[in-house]
């Protein structure tokens, strides 16, 4: 008997490659290839954890109420304007299940976030890829790739994997010419990061009468707990309902929940975060400058650093990689010579720029 065949759009579809965590012959190498946190979660965070140990046989509240409950009071919305999902994966997901028909375009720039794609064809949409400018989302390039078959615009901002952004009057612009039937989807998963007076992930847009705007937030950045898969998004009540509609039935874990409402209460850890931050990214930027590396400038908690030749690159990355270095090469996002670097801890920022130093001596 011949196997049942997969819809024909879903074996289209490239699956997904995480940042490598392991090298051979080194016992606990330095992993700087996915945007994780180097100060880890929250010491609260840890102990809520840690207090769920007894009770993994109780299905979670698959609702998430006092998650939300949290989430609603610390950002002056309704709870019923709050969703939470398995990561902000999930939620992107999610978006396309609710939107998405077969036909239906979703639009996204061109380095984008590969899960915008990935989605888009799981749900049989179309994927409509628009050019950049300078790494940079194109607000004109984006509107001009609007059709009638248009349902979701995907922009993350800042983006990943180029760390560049758009400042509030664009992000702005973006949504008032969007049509009425088009909702837009920001990914802020990097927004606890950036302080620029212009800066913006569009919560205020959420708010707007003309609603049709999504922002998605994610605890694996900032708060350190990517491990639990936790995320939620902001978004007028009509499709807060929709989203619900199209989750797991309990998708976020009781350990994910109160481990995440710890995190958000400790407002101490969260600061030393983003200070770290704010301190090794200037740094990173001006040591690679100075090596003579093209850097793109960032607002994130990574770099996206560029070579020569696509070779080069390679070579550059293997040879990091011999010194227990693990960055992230970029070539499946359409930037064959580039690596992305994430901020670590203060040692492994170091230990990163003298071995690329070294390898550009040795390659000159």
Known sequence: MPLVEPKSHVMKIVPYIAGEA??????????????????????????????????????????????????????????????????????????????VSPGDEVIFTEYAFVCYLISTMAAGGVPVRVPEKNLTADVDAILDRVSPRTKVVFLANPNNPTGTWIPRAELHRLRRDLPEHVLLVVDAAYAEYCDQDEYSFGEELVEAEDGNTVVLHTFSKIFGLASLRVGWARAPREVAMALHRVRGVFNVSTAGQVAAIAALSDTAHTRAARDHNDKWLPWLDGQLRELGLDVTPSIGNFLLMHFDEAAKCQSADAFLRGRGLILRPVANYGLPRSLRLSVGLDEDNRAVVSALAEWLDSNR
């Not at 609603?72 to 969703?83: M, R, W, Y």
């Open 22 to 99: 392991k090298i051979p012959g080194f016992d606990s190498p330095v992993k700087l290839s996915s945007n994780e946190s180097p100060l880890g979660a929250s010491p609260a965070a840890i102990r809520a954890y840690a207090d769920q140990a007894g009770k993994l046989e109780l299905y979670p509240d698959g609702a998430a109420v006092e998650l939300r409950q949290v989430l609603a009071q610390a950002h002056g919305l309704n709870i019923e304007q709050v969703v939470c999902g398995t990561g902000s994966e999930q939620l992107i997901d999610c978006v396309c299940r609710a939107y």
